[in-house]
């Protein structure tokens, strides 16, 4: 059993632990159990659980960050507003925003949507709750912007 993003820790990920240790205590003691995460502290795990890491590496991607100070007008407005500057400077290609949680992905989607229009931009939201098919078309292959 593999459990992803395992430091969004909530009641569904806490239950499935609990669930999964009783089926290992009982009639599944071969079951093996991994959690990814690119920031879980193994060291906080309970000694019984005999936690084992290892690290997966990828390859560098360029990343610039910018910050565009002002005051937000609601959830999520700034960032809507930074991105349609980007765009209004010249930038092109894929962007990726991170956000804690569905509910800031959800906010930040609506207040990037009157950008996205101007620009003929595609968003999309990735997290857990989404259904298999709404996940994959995030994480699939996709022309690159004008």
Do not use: N
Request: charged share 20%.
């Amino acid at each position: 059993m593999l459990l992803d993003e395992f430091h969004e820790r909530h009641l569904q990920t806490d239950l499935a632990i609990t669930l999964l240790a009783r089926l290992r205590r009982g009639p599944r003691p071969d079951l093996r159990l991994g959690v990814m995460s690119a920031t879980l502290d193994a060291s906080r795990w309970p000694p019984s659980w005999k936690p084992t890491s290892s690290a997966a590496r990828g390859g560098p991607f360029p990343v610039e960050v910018r910050h565009r100070p002002g005051p937000t007008t609601g959830p999520g407005a700034a960032g809507g507003r930074g991105r349609d500057g980007l765009y209004r400077e010249g930038q092109k290609g894929h962007t990726l925003v991170f956000l804690p949680g569905a509910r800031k992905i959800r906010q930040g989607l609506s207040a990037c949507a009157p950008a996205a229009a101007r620009h003929g931009l595609q968003l999309l939201p990735l997290h857990g709750s989404l259904s298999f098919q709404a996940q994959q078309e995030a994480v699939a292959p996709s022309a690159s912007p004008r």
